[in-house]
């Protein structure tokens, strides 16, 4: 199957059919101009992100530009002397006035169109280009926050088909939880879910587990899915050198935060799916440093969070920007209730964490 530019462009945003992405992921290791072609057309949207420019109009460009349209359409074309030629080719000035049979034409077909051309060109020009630059100041916030939209739209659409996943888990689960993260060892970190899922027979697929609002952006968990270590069990995880397995541990669980677990009768469980709907399960993955979250996915605005009933909202970060901590039923969904970033202490507390960190905390 020959892939063209369209469906790359669509892959890289995100809006390629499930069969398409397969049949792209399937290529890319085997075809060498296909992966030097999408790499090429990843660098021209990673130029765009780059730009991170908030277009607004300037204020009162529509009136000014309307204003000076009706001056230049006020002011007489003729008014730097050039003659205006009547019917029979005779030149008006205001020593010879047109006839009054000329006169009748010029009222019923306009103004004699024979002025300075220079001064044609120019006032047309300079209304054209305002008018353009109006239309450009109009329309191109709405493109921007249509692409934004499209991306956040297809993130929480990726994340709601992995929590259907997850959503399924849990029936098979005797206890109806979703699945689990050790607490030591080298299962010890929240991306290790993506493989539980695998040995259930509920694989998800890579490219599932990516967020277009973060493309071109330089993020460990990041990295190419061709240039990860095959990986399909835990038992794997046993025979990868250290580099690998750390390198591992980042990128398992692609652009979204796993839940680290909940607190009961002492021990470090999963979240059940019954009871736990206003629970979060999974969120996009924030960046941890010092202890401090920030948020990179959809510009920083907000972040998409699947819940344990399986719907995904869309949070601005300021709605829990001041949460952390708090014992009501707000709760922050990156910090559990003792501000860290460690499993939730109750049932009720919702600890989300990037893929290498454990229920006890950021991997040694």
Not at 66 to 76: G, H, I, L, S
Not at 82 to 99: F, K, T, W
Not at 115 to 126: A, G, H, L, V
Not at 259 to 276: H, M, N, P, T, W
Request: proline residues 6%; glycine residues 8%; hydrophobic residues 35%.
């Amino acid at each position: 199957m020959q892939i063209n530019e369209e469906e790359l462009i669509a892959y890289l945003l995100g809006n390629a059919s499930p069969a398409l992405r397969r049949e792209i992921e399937s290529q890319l290791p085997q075809d060498e101009e296909l992966q030097q072609q999408l790499d090429r057309l990843k660098a021209v949207l990673d130029e765009l992100d780059s730009l991170k420019i908030v277009y607004e109009p300037p204020a009162g460009l529509f009136d000014s530009t309307m204003a000076r349209v009706d001056e230049a359409a006020a002011n007489p074309t003729d008014r730097d002397g050039a003659l205006v030629v009547d019917g029979n080719g005779a030149a008006e000035s205001p020593d010879r006035p047109l006839s009054r049979s000329n006169e009748r034409v010029v009222r019923r077909f306009g103004q004699p169109s024979l002025t300075s051309k220079s001064r044609f060109s120019f006032w047309d020009s300079t209304a054209l280009c305002l008018s353009l630059t109006a239309l450009c100041c109009l329309l191109l916030p709405a493109v921007v926050r249509a692409r934004f939209e499209a991306r956040r739209a297809q993130c929480a659409d990726n994340m709601r088909r992995t929590g259907e996943g997850l959503l399924h888990y849990t029936m098979l689960d005797p206890a109806g939880r979703f699945p689990a993260i050790a607490c030591e060892g080298i299962e010890s970190f929240s991306g290790v879910y993506y493989l539980l899922m695998s040995e259930v027979g509920m694989p998800i697929p890579p490219s599932q587990l990516r967020c277009s609002s973060l493309l071109g952006m330089d993020l460990p968990n990041r990295q190419s899915q061709c240039d990860l270590p095959c990986v399909s069990t835990r038992r794997d995880l046993y025979e990868l050198p250290p580099a690998l397995l750390k390198e591992y541990q980042v990128t398992a669980g692609g652009d979204y935060a796993y839940s680290l677990g909940v607190y009961e009768d002492d021990q470090v469980v999963a979240v059940k799916s019954v009871g736990g709907g206003d629970l979060a399960i999974m969120g996009d993955t924030p960046s941890i440093d010092a202890g401090q979250v920030s948020y990179q996915a959809h510009g920083g605005q907000g972040v998409n969070i699947l819940y344990g009933d399986g719907r995904v909202c869309y949070v601005s970060v300021n709605a829990f920007s001041n949460l952390a901590g708090m014992t009501g039923a707000l709760d922050h969904p990156y910090y559990n209730r003792n501000q860290t970033h460690q499993a939730g202490v109750n049932s009720h507390d919702a600890s989300l964490a990037p893929s290498h960190i454990g229920p006890l905390g950021p991997l040694k």
